[in-house]
């Protein structure tokens, strides 16, 4: 049956930058579809919160706040999860940040350096301690959230879209390592999505031109990146790998 195979039960999916907008939507659709939740982020309180609302869908969901930029906080992580018996069967790298709109030239070496720290070596960073583990069971999903910046240059977040691009490429790479071991790596493009972090596109002079460009005429919701992300984590998405999916309501056609 098709239906069954969208299912997560018996599966524990790790989402970071699960707090709020995407990373939080792809957290409560996983739980509806059974799966147990590790919620990070760097603010426990507001994962907190999440993980209420997933435990009244009746699953488990464990806060584990974590910097991802920050090697020795994912360290921290993985031994939590060693500590709590938790093996992670799908690993959504989602949390991400632009702090600045700026020209690539104009960038503070500090700027470039937090963007790439938080959206490439952050994943790495969790790659690296969680698919090994997956490799030795045979079995795991990995998804990294992009951006269609990684695919077409955008103006003011150049360096975020570097960074995003890198990340199609990691995806790529690590989908050719990993694959042997039973483990998929996808990413996933999205365009511009209602949340706190796209807040400044949507207050800037350029939204409603570069709406004119998009064919649905409007922009996303994090729900409609979640079930795409559901693909990809479960029995439904098992021959993709090194595949990126872009979400973008059509805008880079
Ligand atoms: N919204 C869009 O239009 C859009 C478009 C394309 C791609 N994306 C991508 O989608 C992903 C999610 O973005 P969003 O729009 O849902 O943004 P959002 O609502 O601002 O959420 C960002 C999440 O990332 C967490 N976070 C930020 N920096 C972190 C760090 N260093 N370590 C750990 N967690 C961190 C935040 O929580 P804390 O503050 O608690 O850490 C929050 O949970 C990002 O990778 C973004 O690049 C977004």
Known sequence: ????????????????????????AIALGFAEHGADLVLSSRKAADLEAVAEEIRALGRSATVVPANVSR???????????????????????????NPVMSAIVDLEP????????????????????LAPGMAKRGSGSIINVASNGGIQPAPGIGAYCVSKAA??????????ELGPSGVRVNAIAPGLVETK?????????GYQEFMKRNPLRRHAQP???????????????SYATGEVIVLDGGSSL
Do not use: Y
Request: include cysteine.
């Open 71 to 97: 090697a020795e906080e994912i360290d921290a992580l993985a031994t939590t999860l060693d500590e709590r018996g938790l093996a992670i069967d799908v690993l959504v790298n989602n949390a991400g940040t």
């Open 197 to 205: 972090f796209a807040e400044a596109l949507f207050q800037g002079p």
């Open 1 to 24: 049956m098709i239906r069954e195979r969208f299912s997560l039960t018996g599966k524990t999916a790790l989402v970071t930058g699960a707090s709020r907008g995407i990373g939080r």
């Open 110 to 129: 500090r700027a470039w350096a937090k963007i790439m720290d938080t959206n490439l070596t952050g994943p790495f960073l969790l790659c690296r301690a």
């Open 167 to 176: 990340l199609i490429h990691l995806t790529r790479c690590l989908a050719t």
């Open 223 to 237: 729900e409609e990146i979640a079930g795409t992300a559901l693909l990809l984590a479960s029995d439904a998405g």
